[in-house]
């Protein structure tokens, strides 16, 4: 018996050890390949305020099909195009589009959250941010073809980091492209939801 | 005999090359930049930093009435930090459960590339008691030292009024009682 205990001791403190390693080790963004300082905007711009938005259909991370015109007559809609999965401001992004469901929620607004990856890479990527409460869709094949309607698409195959403000009726109300190396303020995304929704 | 040297081989593997996995704060002992932040609008905030400036002055971080000042660093977009938010609520407690008169302990946090609207909405969705600044272009995060949010920075407050760096940590650290107790002890508090 006590032989056992005195094996078994060792090995609970594994365990625990084991236990703490996993959290401590789980606030490092060691799996993040940081591409640097890249070029600011890198497309051109195929759509403008005022127009109807281009239609599309893509595959989402939870494994539906979302088309952008079944939001039509019901809800407003913004589009938040980042670069790709596993870079450093995109994956911060979004988390902080997760906790800010409110403002989206006040305006009556859809999130669709959009990059050129597949979706088994937007899968891994997307669980470590917790649990998403809008949809991450995958515009990887034909690659990037719903970036570049928009012309968001940039020349190196990524994505800007972009948002498009669409309201009930479809019409582009607001476009923001900004910096791909720059996270875009909240208050910025607060300022067109409110725009769009004319609250 | 054989027994017990498997015994002390799984020993030894336990403590020396499981356990320093978790053992992320050290000691540095270097003086605590002594930044420049803005005395808050809020009254609580201004009583609780023991500030007399008026809203909108500077002040420093040696302005701040307290014997051990822990700094937060954090963003609004680190998940990471959402997911620490109750426990940083719950350190900030004990702290002032813990602090007298005459050994105060206080904690800030620093929103890493966070706008005064960000820092207001972390604020605001994890009912965040202390005070909370933002650190929009990331200067005091680089000046700090920062790797990677959430990040905390411990320090005391010397004879002279300068802090020195007792503790750094990079990532959450989950345990709040052993953490505030770690923070104690590296500030030679017995």
């Not at chain 1, 599309?56 to 939001?71: D, H, K, R, Y």
């Not at chain 1, 948002?163 to 995304?189: A, H, M, Q």
């Not at chain 2, 400036?53 to 002040?59: A, I, L, N, R």
């Not at chain 2, 000042?69 to 813990?98: G, K, R, T």
Request: some cysteine; aromatic content about 12%; hydrophobic content about 40%.
């Amino acid at each position: 018996m006590k032989r056992l205990v005195l094996l078994i001791i060792p090995w609970l403190l594994l365990l625990f050890c084991g236990t703490q390693a996993t959290a401590a080790a789980k606030p490092f963004t060691e799996y993040i390949y940081n591409p640097g300082t890249l070029p600011a905007i890198a497309s051109e711009l195929k759509v403008s305020v005022g127009q109807t938005a281009p239609d599309f259909t893509l595959s989402s991370v939870a494994g539906t099909s979302v088309t952008l015109s079944q939001f039509r007559g019901k809800h407003n809609v913004v589009l938040s195009f980042v670069p790709a999965a596993w870079t450093p401001v995109c994956s911060d992004q979004w988390p902080g589009y997760n906790i800010a469901r409110s403002f989206f929620d006040n305006h009556d607004a859809i999130l669709l959250g959009i990059t050129v990856d597949n979706i088994p890479t937007l899968y891994a990527w997307t669980r470590q941010m917790g649990e998403l409460w809008f949809d991450v869709l995958s515009d990887f094949y034909p690659h990037g073809h719903v970036a570049d309607s928009y012309g968001v698409l940039r020349t190196d195959g990524t994505a800007e980091r972009a948002l498009i403000f669409i309201n009930k009726e479809g019409i582009l109300t607001g476009i923001y492209v900004s910096d791909i190396n720059v996270r875009p303020p909240l208050e910025t995304v607060v300022a067109e939801l409110a725009k769009m929704s004319g609250k | 005999m054989k027994r017990l040297s498997s015994l002390l081989v799984t020993a030894f593997f336990v403590f020396f090359i499981a356990f320093p996995i978790i053992v992320s704060a050290d000691e540095t002992g270097e003086p605590l930049p002594n930044l420049t932040l803005k005395v808050p609008d809020n009254d609580a905030y201004r009583d609780y930093l023991g500030l007399k400036g008026q809203p909108g002055e500077d002040f420093t971080f040696e302005d701040i009435d307290a014997d051990v000042l822990l700094i937060q660093l954090f963003s609004m977009y680190c998940p990471f930090c959402q997911e620490e938010a109750p426990n940083v609520n719950a350190l900030h407690q004990a702290m002032l459960d813990f602090s007298q008169q005459d050994f105060k302990v206080k904690i800030i946090g620093l929103g890493a590339n966070n706008s005064e609207f960000e820092i207001d909405h972390f604020r605001n969705t994890y009912d965040v008691k202390f005070p909370l600044f933002p650190d929009q272009d990331m200067s005091m995060y680089n000046t700090l030292g920062g790797k990677g949010t959430p990040g905390f920075i411990g320090s005391r407050k010397g004879d002279d009024n300068h802090y020195s760096i007792v503790l750094r940590q990079s990532g959450g650290f989950y345990q709040v009682e052993e953490f505030f107790n770690e923070l104690l002890r590296k500030s030679g508090y017995n």
